[in-house]
């Protein structure tokens, strides 16, 4: 019997964007993967903020990553709780997944701060990276593509500013987000 390779893609998806989605689509036709796991942080370890609560971040990565068929949401880190450490989250994975091999799925733009990360080297051994590329960063190995440079701190603001995000984010996270009066006032 063979293991499943499931890629764990991470973040605060504060909101999904295009290129989250666009992220998941490359690594899912390009990689050697049975299936992807989104993994929404619950307490940023860097202390950033979130604009939406947990709950409201699932629900949009759902809707964002509906189109995909082997794409879940886990909510791993709400149930261990405290600061997010992508470690000790695999390591909960790993014990709920025995046999399952972990990839890592990470934008090129992650790699100068991994210095930052809580046991790094550990966390290639129990995932080894999965590198796409990002607009503005060197292209990684492997990865002959590069995923624009969208982020989710300008789209909350323009969200704020009532600024039209269509094109960067999938329109069932636009439609959710004016529904729940999500990211109103900040920026």
Known sequence: ?????VAIYGGSFDPPHLGHVLSVAWALSAADLDALWIVPTWKHVFDKRHGAPFEERQTMCELAFAPFRNVQVSDIERRLGGVSRTLETLDALQEENPGTLFRLLIGADVL????????WDEVVKVAPPLVIGRQGYAVPEGCPISIPNINSTDIRTGLSNAADIGGLVPRAVIDHIRARELYQGEG
């Open 1 to 5: 019997m063979t293991s499943e390779r």
């Open 112 to 119: 100068p701060t991994t210095d930052r990360w809580y046991r």
